[in-house]
């Protein structure tokens, strides 16, 4: 079992720099970080190849992804043109936790910039993988025992429209409906703007209101192609022939179901639920825009919007860490829930 | 009890004891396929958008799509205007129409790009194997584990206004609908190299793939005569799912303000902004949005038909 | 003394998307205690269903039991409803069935599913189901049987598997031991080690048997009675000398003739049952197996036979009683 963590890490490692290696390229060829800063400023020929020279840009492109890697405050860098570099760089490298600093928010640290705003982004997508699952395992498990039943065909129509929605018609329509007609209609409504009334000050009370719409609209879509997963994965397992042992062996239904069945049935959706989790982030993009939540996914808009090519790249390389820590996790984890793998 | 002499052999009537011939796969295909009303429902809710986007260019003429009067703006469904109109008086059901067509061209023709790219990709890294396979999975890896929305708006910006728009056939194009088209199909190969790389490495043991070797066939001539039309079946699924969530990725996109711009209108683009007018104008985004969750729930059932009807391991029913 | 069990005209249906599968069609036998019933017969031809849906195993839709009794020590079965059947099975009866890879739960250990049976069904505690299961192991011939507790099924062999299952059945000392076709995806040389087992359990704890199975070999050493089915139908029914030394239905027959013999030369073809195995979709009105049938007059295409006795115990359903009318077939003692 340890040789096999072992075995994914080393696998992981690698995989996370060539993730590194495309995004780079990308984004250098993507950005024109002088536009950025610059403006109306720097226009002047000089002025625009000294800065090219401060930032790196005149090297090629293998030297930049090494300074950005590890930095550049171990060599020096012609600034004023001369040919002679004299000027210590400064930059430590992403490997020693330096994402360089934004363009746009001058000066201040990458890391610093995406941390002001990822909490909030995580307090979402945590509730919302909370609600998910929960609702999904309930609903999932009921309508694979009561198969065909009213409620399960209901389920069924409402998860096929659910995952075949784009996530801003549902926010749009539950803005629509909650808010707007509430409102109308005198009922009590629901905020769509932001994640507090700053008349009222941060309070948990505030923030949990505000969350509701968003969350609601998050989970929707995944909620219901989950439950669907957790269906056809009960029903497979339901089918197989160690549970007609079990029944066979006059064990009560309650028993069959939650230890025999529900036991086998974990292990795939262990797996989907773990290899899906950073992804609700790109849900998030968007749900974030609609309603005004101050999070990292509206961050990423921002700075994408205005070409602050630091802070996206940290974002990028963020979120693809996180893709590729969750899915080691994920794969850990199955293999100690799977005895035919841990016992072997 | 009988005597213990020749009893007489009562002789059948000569009926062949023969099995019914089993059904070709194109039978058996639409015997599955027509089980599935919801598939064929489906089906014909595509046909009926089909028949909107492009009859609908007989009904209105694309001038009448992008006629602006702002004294008309943003009024409600009406006689006139069954879809009401939006900020600067353009109808929306005439809007509807032509974004139909873009809307669906573009879910189509990025398919293509992703088909291609995705069966390419997979049939080299599972005829190969070796240190192309690894190579080409490694990277396809990568792609994987990067979210496609943000790179897709990374992607947007950037190459968003580099071509220009296109005159064809009396009508303006904007250039951006090829760029969205190609970054759409650029970022969702890797699911399809995935699956053609495992069709590919299974097929490849099989004794006709020898035979055709021994008799002098090139690898091309193996990859594309005997292998490919093998896997059609998950290719042809994927590729039919994927054109619904292309369509759903360019309305992402439009509406986050990236995608396609003027003055091309897609149903995505039509909502861009639209949530400004949630309280006042709900018209702006329900009918695009409808639209576009019509289509993208009829693709994925006929995919899900097309998929049990397909897939010769799933059960009769 | 009432029969410790008694099924009366069993019928069931399957409702398939072709049509109405005719699986079980009317049987009838009864087992005493202490009785080892065989009931053989070619795949598809019901036995397995019919016990199947004795225990009320069988999934309901599509499944039907449309007509019969099983009545176990005077009660009957098919009319419990669901808390009361769950007491009967494991309980009074249990099964073991085919393939012991498949039949146990992969994710829980052989202890748990052995033990579990047993704290259900006696109200014993965890730590009593515990150490009786240990009893249970080595009464099954697993060596080291309290180290194997926490052991997985992918870590046992193929024949420690079975007699695991054995064991798992045995635990609430059951008056109906069924057994379904336990042996057959086993080695030669573990299945003789199982029936061997079964057979001193059975010998050691008096209870009844019910071994299903295709393979006549088997049977001979084993059952008292047996019972011969075919197309949902019983067509020969008797004690084990009867039906081995005296057939006298031509589907007993064929099935004798068709087992390869040691003593025979090894130059004679085999012989086989010619045809097909008969369409459960759409039975004929005459006898099933009529058509692949030796003997077969007239009557046989028309009327489906029913079961009449030959002599005391003997029974078979057919027009023509193939007494006499072949070589010798069996030395009897197989």
């Known amino acids: ?344 | 009890m009988e005597p213990a002499e020749a009893i007489p052999r009562v002789s059948l009537p000569v009926v062949e004891e023969v099995e019914p011939p089993p059904l070709t796969f194109r039978q058996l295909f639409w015997r599955r396929f027509r089980r599935h009303k919801l598939a064929l429902f489906a089906a014909g809710v595509l046909l009926f958008m089909l028949l909107y986007a492009v009859g609908g260019t007989l009904v209105f003429s694309e001038a009448e799509a992008n006629y602006t009067d702002t004294t008309l703006r943003l009024q409600g469904p009406s006689r006139e205007h069954p879809f009401g109109t939006d900020t600067v008086g353009r109808d929306i059901l005439a809007r509807t129409v032509y974004g139909g067509q873009i809307s669906l061209l573009i879910g189509l023709s990025a398919m293509l790009v992703e088909v291609l790219l995705g069966i390419v990709i997979g049939a080299l890294a599972g005829f190969y194997g070796g240190i192309v396979d690894s190579l080409l999975m490694r990277f396809t890896e990568a792609m994987l584990n990067i979210p496609q929305l943000f790179l897709l708006i990374v992607m947007a910006k950037f190459f968003g206004g580099r071509i220009p728009n296109i005159v064809l056939a009396g009508r303006t194009f904007s250039g951006s609908v090829i760029v969205i088209v190609l970054i759409i199909g650029v970022t969702s190969w890797m699911y399809l190299a995935r699956i053609v790389r495992a069709e590919f490495l299974s097929i490849k043991e099989n004794e006709y793939i020898l035979a055709a070797r021994a008799t002098g066939t090139r690898n091309l001539g193996i990859i594309v005569q005997h292998i490919l039309p093998n896997c059609m079946a998950p290719i042809v699924v994927s590729a039919t799912l994927s054109v619904a969530s292309a369509i759903t990725l360019e309305a992402y996109i439009s509406f986050l303000g990236m995608g396609v711009q003027a003055p091309t209108a897609t149903w995505g683009n039509m909502l861009d902004g639209a949530y400004n007018y949630v309280e006042t104008a709900p018209w702006l985004w329900i009918f695009p949005g409808l639209l576009i969750v019509l289509t993208v729930l009829s693709i994925n059932f006929v995919g899900d038909g097309l998929r049990d009807a397909l897939d010769p391991r799933s059960l009769a029913k | 003394m009432i029969p410790l069990l008694q099924v009366q005209d069993l019928t069931v249906r399957f409702d398939v998307l072709d049509g109405l599968v005719h699986a079980v069609n009317g049987i009838s036998y009864t087992l005493n205690e202490g009785e080892t019933l065989g009931i053989v017969g070619e795949s598809g031809c019901g036995k397995s269903v019919s016990v199947l849906s004795m225990m009320r195993l069988i999934p309901q839709p599509p499944g039907k039991i449309v007509a019969g009794q099983v009545f176990y020590r005077g009660r009957d079965l098919l009319d419990l409803d669901d808390a009361e059947m769950q007491h009967v099975r494991g309980k009074e009866i249990a099964m073991v069935f085919q393939d012991p890879m498949t039949c146990l739960n992969p994710v829980l250990t052989i202890g748990r599913q052995i033990s579990e049976a047993i704290v259900v069904h006696t109200g014993a505690t965890w730590e009593q189901g515990r150490r009786q299961t240990v009893r249970l192991l080595e009464m099954v011939g697993i060596p080291q049987a309290a180290d194997r507790l926490g052991d997985y099924p992918h870590q046992f062999s193929g024949g420690m598997r079975q007699r695991a299952m054995i064991a798992m059945a045995l635990a609430c000392s059951p008056s109906i031991f069924i057994a379904d076709e336990p042996t057959t995806a086993l080695d030669v040389t573990i299945q003789a080690q199982v029936i061997e087992l079964v057979k001193s359990l059975r010998d050691r704890l008096g209870m009844a048997v019910i071994w299903i199975t295709h393979d006549l070999g088997v049977i001979a050493g084993l059952a008292e009675k047996v019972i011969v089915m075919y197309a949902g139908f019983i067509v020969e029914r008797g004690s084990v000398d009867d039906i081995y030394g005296d057939p006298r239905h031509p589907y007993t027959l064929a099935l004798l003739k068709s087992l390869p013999r040691v003593d025979r030369s090894s130059h004679e073809p085999l012989a086989t049952i010619g045809g097909m195995p008969p369409d459960l979709l759409g039975l004929p009105a005459g006898c099933p197996f009529a058509v692949r049938c030796d003997y077969r007059v007239e009557q046989c295409l028309q009327e489906n036979p029913r079961l009449r006795p030959i002599l005391a115990s003997h029974e078979i359903a057919c027009w023509v009683d193939v007494a006499g009318r072949h070589g010798p077939v069996t030395g009897r003692a197989i």
């Not at chain 1, 006059?250 to 989790?277: C, E, Q, W």
């Not at chain 1, 996914?297 to 994408?304: C, E, N, P």
């Open chain 1, 1 to 344: 079992m340890t040789r096999y963590i072992i075995r994914r890490l080393l696998q992981a490692i690698p995989l996370i720099f060539v993730i590194s290696v495309i995004l780079f390229v990308l984004m250098q060829s993507v950005s024109d970080p002088l536009a950025t800063m610059g403006g109306r400023t720097v226009t002047r020929k000089a002025d625009r190849e000294r800065l090219t020279r401060q930032l790196g840009l005149d090297k090629p492109l293998y030297m930049q992804y090494l300074y950005w890697l590890i930095g550049n405050d171990w060599t020096k860098t012609d600034v004023d043109g001369d040919g002679v570099p004299e000027t210590p760089g400064r930059r430590r490298g992403v490997l020693r936790g330096d994402f360089g600093t934004s363009l746009v928010n001058r000066g201040k640290p990458v890391l610093q910039v995406i941390w002001d705003r990822l909490p909030n982004t995580l307090l979402l997508m945590g509730i919302s993988e909370a609600v998910i699952i929960l609702g999904a395992l309930v609903v999932g498990l009921y309508s694979a025992l009561r198969q065909y039943s009213l409620l399960d065909q209901v389920m069924t129509a409402i998860s096929f429209f659910g995952y075949s929605m784009p996530i801003f018609f549902l926010a749009l329509m539950s803005i629509y409906i909650f808010a707007v007609n509430f409102k109308r209609w005198g009922l009590p409504y629901l905020p769509v703007v932001g994640m507090f009334d700053p008349q009222i000050g941060k309070t948990w009370g505030q923030v949990a209101l505000h969350m509701i719409l968003p969350v609601f609209s998050l989970s929707f879509m995944y909620f219901a192609a989950y439950s669907r997963y957790i269906r056809s994965t009960m029903l497979e397992v339901l089918s197989q022939d160690y549970i007609r042992t079990a029944r066979a062996k006059g064990l009560p239904r309650s028993m069959v179901i939650f230890v025999h069945a529900l036991k086998n049935a974990s292990l795939p959706i262990v797996t989907v639920v773990g290899l899906d989790l950073p992804f609700l982030l790109a849900g998030a993009i968007v749900t974030e825009r609609i309603f005004a939540w101050p999070g990292m996914g509206r961050l990423f808009l921002d700075h994408v919007g205005r070409g602050d090519t630091p802070v996206v790249m940290g974002i990028l390389m963020l979120i693809a860490v996180a893709v590729v820590v969750f899915q080691l996790l994920t794969d850990v984890t199955y293999a100690w829930l799977d005895p035919r793998i841990r016992y072997n």
